[in-house]
């Protein structure tokens, strides 16, 4: 895939219109790279100018912070803001919830000022503005529900984005019983996704894709790469990999465009 | 002689409102316990939350069947309570119901009328609140933080509503005179007949009492509040108007570690630099809280405001799933911890002495506090906007930059992060190589 990087752009002079922010979990995890290259192709299609920072991104801090190391995670806040500001960046889009939470509320006074957006927010702008157009070949008819990520959701009060995304595509979109405010966390946040959980009766995760399969759908979508990490678990604990696909909104449209 | 009884009611009325006042100043100087944290931006957005959510309980009806029965035990509960106006005033110039002469009939009936109605109908949410908690015993009422007084509490309460309403009807049934207006009695004329084959001395000294136990039940009533999860009555509204008005997801940035962050990164500062002249015996900030006094005050009038509706914890991902944490629990330990320190303070002249407890370990364990996700689902539904995250993760400050105390996976994934920018061992190098991967 061509993919430019701010260090790139730069050389030649160009400021894109925005930058990707991958995230960790973006750049690293088998699973959620297919994320990042269906919302690069997103990108691509829609002729967006954008760039990444590549070798020059590094933890948002987002994980310290939850875990109470504000030390960390002040250190890794100011040493990204001193890169993006160096580039100049004014608008990020991110495809990581966490990512996006932190850029955008916690980054601001530590210096850090820039627009930011969900990658389903950025979508629907492009499909707003008729910059890209989906079809309804594939998933139509399907039936999808979406689980909320806690920090799209509850955390920055975005519901909408989302499932304008996934009503776009012609499928039957039907809601968990606990959905928007009220939808239960897939058990990854607050640094839970790199600690075994304390001891209790049941994993968080089984239990919201006990959720999930009460609507009986065949893809459950989300927008978060550690939801995802998180639901597909569940599904693989319940045997249903056969009936049920775990896909992000962006891998969704990246079928119909 | 004559004034005896209007004596006798001025001095319960001032000892009754003076012992409350005594214990709301209480309250106020425990609160100011905490450190200070300036909640007075943006005032208008601060009233709407109050008259949205507190005034006009907009977040108690997401639970439409306790919302609403709800709704009727405060509407019932404020309006009922102009009568106590007219109560006060009959008991201390000796006057029987002034406001029939004051307003017309009419109006005077409508209104009593008005709140006998309502009188019937918070007896009968409370009984169904009663059901609900030991009949039918909905799960969060028996989650084992309630156990012993806060289970007895919430009941208490249901019985004083119960008694308080049916005392006002008793009180309006047995008054003669008003039962021959025949106005303003549309549920005390179903009561009166009961009261009929007593003689009308007999009914006179039951009106009476009834009203003497109307007022002083009362007045007991609000003495009680300080004892009890019930402060909320009053506390909903500083604690909407005070409440966090940012998004859900923004933590506070610790400032004391932004100044010491800035010093690491500042290429020009001198490292062996001597502290500022005056400043060697200072302490060092403390970061995040391991007791009541490290929280701030909104997070200690949190723990105040709490009345144990157990919502948060009904919504809880990790106590729906049996772990220890429980987003009321951290609320009432907060609360207990923070009257503990208040009483030692009342002992001890004024000054707190060193008890060898703290809200961490003592009354919280990590094992709770590393058990939240950090979901916010806690924060989304209390219907007063109590915010038991924020608590958590000051708690996990502490437990991490005072003491290097998280869990080892936490720790590894921290490491991580310091060395190769990533929570897992990956090389910064292959960052991008995703794009070339398929």
């Known amino acids: 895939m061509i993919v430019p990087t701010m260090a790139e752009m730069m050389a030649q002079g160009k400021q894109p219109e925005v930058l990707f922010w991958v995230g960790a979990a973006g750049s690293f995890d088998d699973r959620a790279k297919k994320i990042t290259r269906a919302f690069v192709k997103i990108l691509h299609k829609a002729n967006v100018d954008f760039a990444v920072l590549g070798t020059e991104e590094t933890s948002t801090g987002d994980a310290a912070k939850r875990a109470g190391n504000e030390f960390l995670f002040q250190m890794q806040a100011m040493m990204n803001i001193e890169v993006l500001n160096g580039y100049k960046v004014t608008t990020i889009v991110t495809a990581d919830p966490h990512s996006f939470n932190t850029l955008k509320n916690e980054y601001p006074s530590l210096g850090g000022n820039y627009k930011v957006f969900h990658h389903t927010q950025f979508i629907k702008k492009l499909l707003d503005e008729g910059r890209l157009t989906v079809a309804n070949a594939v998933l139509e008819g399907k039936r999808v529900t979406y689980h909320d990520p806690c920090y799209l959701g509850r955390a920055n009060d975005e519901y909408e984005s989302p499932r304008d995304l996934i009503k776009r595509l012609g499928v039957n979109l039907t809601e968990m019983k606990r959905h928007k405010s009220t939808a239960l966390c897939c058990g990854a946040g607050g640094a839970q996704m790199f600690k075994e959980p304390e001891k209790g009766d049941k994993d968080i995760n089984v239990l919201r894709t006990e959720d999930a399969l009460e609507t009986q759908a065949e893809i459950i979508a989300t927008g978060c790469p550690y939801c995802n990490t998180m639901m597909t678990d569940g599904i693989k604990f319940k045997n249903k990999e056969a009936e049920v696909e775990v896909l992000d909104i962006a891998e969704l449209i990246a079928k119909e465009i | ?438």
């Not at chain 2, 933080?145 to 009941?155: A, F, I, Q, S, Y």
């Open chain 2, 1 to 438: 002689m004559h004034y005896l009884p209007n004596i006798i009611f001025a001095l319960v009325a001032v000892v009754g409102i003076g012992f409350f006042v005594r214990n709301l100043r209480k309250v106020i100087r425990n609160i100011k316990l905490g450190k200070s944290v300036d909640r007075t931006d943006n005032q208008s957005a601060r009233w709407k939350n109050m008259i949205k959510i507190a005034l006009g309980q907009y977040k108690m009806v997401r639970r439409p069947i306790s919302g609403i029965l709800h709704v009727v035990v405060y509407l019932g509960f404020v309006i009922i309570n102009i009568e106590v106006l007219e109560i006060i005033i009959d008991g201390l110039f000796g006057t029987h119901r002034v406001f029939q002469d004051v307003l017309s009939p009419a109006v005077y009936g409508f209104l009593i009328g008005s709140f006998e109605i309502l009188a019937a109908l918070v007896f009968m949410a409370v009984i169904v609140f009663w059901i609900r908690r030991n009949v039918i015993k909905v799960k969060r009422f028996w989650n084992k933080e309630m156990k012993g007084w806060p289970k007895n509490d919430g009941n208490f309460i249901l019985y004083f509503e119960m008694v308080l309403m049916a005392l006002f009807i008793v009180m309006n049934a047995t008054d003669i005179p008003f039962q021959a207006g025949e106005i303003g009695n549309p549920i005390s004329q179903f009561v009166a007949p009961w009261f009929k084959s007593l003689n009308p001395e007999t009914i006179h000294i039951i009106e009476q009492s009834a009203w003497w136990a109307h007022i002083i039940g009362i007045l007991i009533f609000l003495n009680y509040l300080y004892y009890s999860k019930h402060l909320h009555i009053l506390l909903a509204f500083p604690n909407t108007f005070f409440a966090n008005l940012n998004p859900k997801g923004q933590f506070d940035n610790l400032e004391a570690v932004t100044k010491e962050v800035q010093l690491m990164m500042d290429p020009d500062a001198d490292p062996y630099a001597a502290p500022e002249e005056g400043t060697e015996n200072e302490v060092p900030e403390k970061f995040g809280a391991s007791d009541v006094t490290d929280l701030n005050w909104v997070q200690l009038m949190n723990a105040y405001t709490c009345t144990e509706c157990g919502r948060c914890t009904s919504a809880c991902p990790a106590n729906l799933t049996g772990k220890e944490l429980s987003p009321r629990a951290i609320m009432m330990k907060t609360r207990d911890r923070m009257e503990e320190v208040g009483k030692n303070i009342d002992t001890n002249g004024g000054e707190f002495k060193e008890d060898g407890k703290q809200l961490l370990n003592d009354y919280i364990t990590p094992e709770e506090l590393w058990a939240c996700t950090s979901c916010n689902a806690c924060v989304e539904e209390c219907p007063v906007n109590i915010d038991p995250l924020s608590i958590i993760v000051e708690m996990r400050r502490y437990l991490v930059m005072e003491q290097s105390a998280a869990p080892q996976e936490l720790n590894m994934m921290m490491t991580n992060i310091e060395n190769n920018g990533a929570p897992w061992q990956y090389n910064q190098m292959d960052r991008l190589n995703w794009k070339d991967e398929e």
